[in-house]
């Protein structure tokens, strides 16, 4: 005899599908402002609907890239944590940044291993 389901309970079981990246980039052991920098470089080499992965270890990653797809027009589509480590999937929704890169060539050149975290 079959248990009692409970009133609102799913009647078939949960499947969860993975989302499977296009590209990934490590940005763990870097601190802000250097994982946006480095997803919004990413970002450029996506056409529109595919998806990009950046795993960080930096807390304020998660504000951050809530604040950054928002402005940026592209869609988060899955934020986990795993311990320290936060999983951000980010599909490219338009392929036109709104806002020039002005501060890459300065920004390059303090992105060396004294910005890590380790």
Same mark, same amino acid.
């Given at each position: 005899?079959?248990?009692?389901?409970?009133?609102?309970?799913?009647?078939?079981?949960?499947?969860?599908?993975?989302?499977?990246?296009?590209?990934?980039?490590?940005?763990?052991?870097?601190?802000?402002?250097?994982?946006?920098?480095?997803?919004?470089?990413?970002?450029?080499?996506?056409? &529109?609907?595919?998806? !990009?992965?950046?795993?960080?270890?930096?807390?304020?990653?998660? *504000? =951050?890239?809530? %604040?950054?797809?928002? #402005?940026?027009?592209?869609?988060?589509?899955?934020?986990?944590?795993?311990?320290? &480590?936060?999983?951000? !999937?980010?599909?490219?929704?338009?392929?036109?940044?709104?806002? *020039? =890169?002005?501060? %890459?060539?300065?920004? #390059?050149?303090?992105?060396?291993?004294?910005?890590?975290?380790?």
């Amino acid at each position: 005899m079959a248990a009692p389901s409970r009133p609102g309970a799913p009647t078939d079981p949960v499947v969860t599908q993975s989302i499977a990246p296009d590209k990934s980039i490590d940005c763990i052991g870097f601190f802000c402002p250097i994982p946006i920098l480095k997803i919004r470089e990413a970002m450029k080499s996506l056409v &529109v609907g595919q998806i !990009l992965e950046m795993l960080s270890d930096d807390t304020s990653s998660d *504000p =951050d890239m809530k %604040s950054w797809a928002q #402005r940026m027009g592209n869609e988060l589509v899955e934020i986990s944590r795993n311990g320290a &480590v936060y999983r951000f !999937l980010v599909e490219q929704v338009r392929y036109d940044q709104p806002f *020039p =890169d002005r501060h %890459s060539s300065s920004l #390059r050149a303090v992105t060396g291993g004294r910005l890590r975290n380790n």
